[in-house]
C-alpha cells in the first residue's frame, strides 16, 4: 500500500474519531453523585441518617439539577445488607446509582470450647465439641465453618 493511501486512510480515521468525540459531547446524559458513601456501616439499633443525592441531566454547555427517586429500606434493628438505589430519569434517559448499607452487631460471635475437639479419622472431623452463641441471632453452632489442616 503507498504511502498516501496509508495517509488518506489514516485521517479518515482520525475524522471518525474526532466526530465522534464531538458528537458524545453534545449527547445530553443524566448524572446521579451520591452524598456520603457508597459503602456504609450502621450498627444494630443505630439510627442510619438517609444523606440522599444529586442528580442532574448534563450536556456540553448545560448542567441543570433534576429530581430524582429513592428505592429501599435501612431496617436498624436487623442485621443484614440493605440496598438503597436511586433512579433519575426524563424522556429519553436514564440513570440509577445504588448504596449498600450493612448492619452489624455490636458484639462479635462468642464461640464457646466445651471439650477439646475429638480427632480426624480419614480426613473428615469426628465431632466439633464447641457452641457459637450470638448476642443477636442466638444458638449459631450450625453456621460454624472448618477446615481440617493437614
Do not use: H, W
Not at 35 to 58: F, N, P, W
Not at 59 to 76: A, C, L, M, Q, R
Not at 78 to 105: F, H, M, P
Amino acid at each position: 500500500m503507498s504511502s498516501i493511501k496509508k495517509i488518506v486512510i489514516l485521517g479518515a480515521l482520525l475524522m471518525l474519531i474526532i466526530t465522534l468525540c464531538v458528537i458524545s459531547c453534545f449527547v445530553p446524559k443524566i448524572e446521579i453523585n451520591l452524598k456520603g458513601l457508597k459503602y456504609q456501616t450502621v450498627l444494630v439499633g443505630d439510627a442510619y441518617k438517609e444523606e440522599g443525592a444529586i442528580a442532574y441531566l448534563k450536556s456540553f454547555v448545560d448542567k441543570k439539577e433534576i429530581s430524582y427517586e429513592i428505592d429501599g429500606d435501612v431496617n436498624t434493628q436487623k442485621t443484614g445488607k440493605y440496598v438503597i438505589s436511586y433512579k433519575a430519569s426524563n424522556n429519553e434517559l436514564y440513570n440509577e446509582q445504588i448504596r449498600i448499607v450493612n448492619v452489624i452487631d455490636k458484639e462479635p460471635t462468642k464461640i464457646n470450647v466445651k471439650q477439646e475437639i475429638a480427632g480426624c479419622k480419614n480426613n473428615n472431623l469426628v465431632e466439633l465439641n464447641v457452641e457459637a452463641v450470638d448476642n443477636y441471632d442466638g444458638n449459631v453452632t450450625d453456621k460454624i465453618e472448618y477446615k481440617i489442616l493437614k
